[in-house]
């Protein structure tokens, strides 16, 4: 396993749309294995493809109080989605900053795992939030494209969320 480099907004590879994955291949795993190990070390609660270079459907979210529980997803689609929230929202391309973003509070998913067998996922409040921030990615979008005001600095937050994805 090996840290990747976190592109950073601006980075054109993090404006584009991701291809799906037709087999896991070694390299996939490897790169699936990196890319737990990069949100790990970084705090962060999801990482999708794109924001280490690679530009395949492909994100991993832990939302665990331990971070041990590793949700991998391969070709993710939104099912359903219902209600809302509201709340500050960062990214792992976009270090030290936060913006509030309205995200479905509930989201039911489909996706891929390792062994390219489809699964059902369903989230709420973080996870759903997660689930959804990592999929825009995957197109190419960025939650500053959703923020309702302006972009703080995370040490001005007067309750201070670590989490980024
Ligand atoms: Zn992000």
């Known amino acids: 396993m090996a840290l990747r480099t976190?592109?950073?907004?601006?980075?054109?590879?993090?404006?584009?749309?991701?291809?799906?994955i037709k087999e896991?291949?070694?390299?996939?795993?490897?790169?699936?294995?990196?890319?737990?190990?990069?949100?790990?070390?970084?705090?962060?609660?999801?990482?999708?493809?794109?924001?280490?270079?690679?530009?395949k459907r492909l994100v991993v979210i832990d939302?665990?109080?331990e971070g041990d529980q590793p949700l991998i997803m391969i070709n993710p689609v939104i099912l359903e989605?219902?209600?809302?929230?509201?709340?500050?929202?960062?990214?792992l391309s976009l270090p030290g900053k936060s913006g509030i973003v309205t995200?479905?509070?509930?989201v039911k998913a489909?996706?891929?795992?390792?062994?390219?067998?489809e699964?059902?996922?369903?989230?709420?409040?973080?996870?759903?939030?997660?689930?959804?921030?990592?999929?825009?990615?995957?197109?190419?979008?960025m939650y500053v494209e959703k923020v309702e005001g302006e972009l703080v600095n995370n040490e001005d937050l007067t309750a201070p969320d670590d989490d980024e994805e």
């Open 6 to 20: 976190i592109r950073e907004y601006g980075d054109d590879v993090l404006a584009r749309p991701c291809k799906e």
């Open 24 to 55: 896991v291949t070694p390299r996939i795993r490897e790169l699936v294995d990196d890319m737990l190990e990069t949100m790990y070390d970084a705090n962060g609660v999801g990482l999708a493809a794109p924001q280490v270079g690679i530009l």
């Open 63 to 65: 939302v665990s109080p």
């Open 81 to 91: 989605t219902d209600g809302e929230q509201t709340g500050y929202e960062g990214c």
């Open 103 to 106: 995200r479905p509070n509930y």
């Open 110 to 117: 489909k996706a891929y795992d390792l062994d390219m067998n």
């Open 119 to 141: 699964y059902i996922v369903e989230g709420e409040e973080l996870l759903a939030r997660a689930i959804c921030h990592e999929l825009d990615h995957l197109d190419g979008h």
